[in-house]
């Protein structure tokens, strides 16, 4: 799978450079640890069954120390906000990434 980040750097690398300094501003807030940060981040992705970012989201997650039920249970929820649609596109490929991660 190609990295849509790395095509984002290449066609369009001063809008990346400034989205990359949003990601980092982002990262540097104090409210939330990474975690949970990369956690509410799969909610959101899966919410509008955004499949590409939960492939690389997963294994950040897991880094930092998500566990398999975390990510489950972090895509479960959205079923309160969007029904199945993001249960249904997201949750097979968060467990089978979140699997074959080290």
Do not use: W
Not at 28 to 35: F, M
Not at 53 to 63: E, G, N, R
């Amino acid at each position: 799978m190609m990295n849509p980040l790395d095509i984002f750097q290449k066609e369009a690398p001063e809008v990346a450079t400034a989205f990359d300094g949003l990601i980092e501003a982002l990262k540097s807030t104090s409210g939330l640890d990474p975690k949970t940060k990369q956690l509410v981040y799969i909610g959101i992705k899966a919410s509008v069954g955004d499949t590409t970012a939960i492939h690389y989201h997963v294994p950040m997650a897991k880094k930092l120390g998500a566990t398999r039920e975390e990510i489950r249970d972090t895509i479960l929820i959205t079923l309160t906000v969007c029904g199945l649609k993001g249960v249904a596109s997201c949750l097979p490929t968060a467990l089978e990434v979140y699997d074959k991660t080290e």
